[in-house]
């Protein structure tokens, strides 16, 4: 099993910056994609943003490019999406998710590609 831990989420103003975690311990030599996943209130899972385990390849959502970036630290077994120039659109609460499969592209926003989840993550923006 894989065990995903996402930190870093909370309250921040319109225009500010935040940066996610998310830590993968257990069977992680298996994981070969790690992903975020946005839930709003009443709303489906959105998919963020994803990157390769190797760190080789990073796939974003159109709604967060050039806004988003994904970044890994393979010693701690950890990504980190930096969320800047955040919108009270971007409330939710994020996921932190992975998979065993090899993907390429069109497969990275797949919500059913992703086994195992983390608990999630609140992020509030104010206007």
């Known amino acids: 099993q894989v065990q995903l831990v996402e930190s870093g989420g909370g309250l921040v103003q319109a225009g500010g910056s935040l940066r996610l975690s998310c830590a993968a311990s257990?069977?992680?030599?298996?994981?070969?994609?790690m992903g975020w996943f946005r839930q709003a209130p009443g709303k489906e899972h959105e998919f963020v943003a994803a990157k390769s385990w190797s760190g080789s390849t990073t796939y974003y959502a159109d709604s967060v490019k050039g806004l988003f970036t994904i970044s890994r630290d393979s010693a701690k077994n950890t990504i980190y999406p930096q969320m800047n120039s955040l919108k009270p659109e971007d409330t939710a609460v994020y996921y932190c998710a992975a998979t065993q499969t090899l993907m390429v592209g069109n497969d990275y926003p797949r919500l059913g590609n992703y086994k195992d989840w983390g608990q999630g993550t609140q992020v509030t923006v104010s206007s």
């Open positions: 257990g069977r992680t030599f298996r994981t070969r994609v």
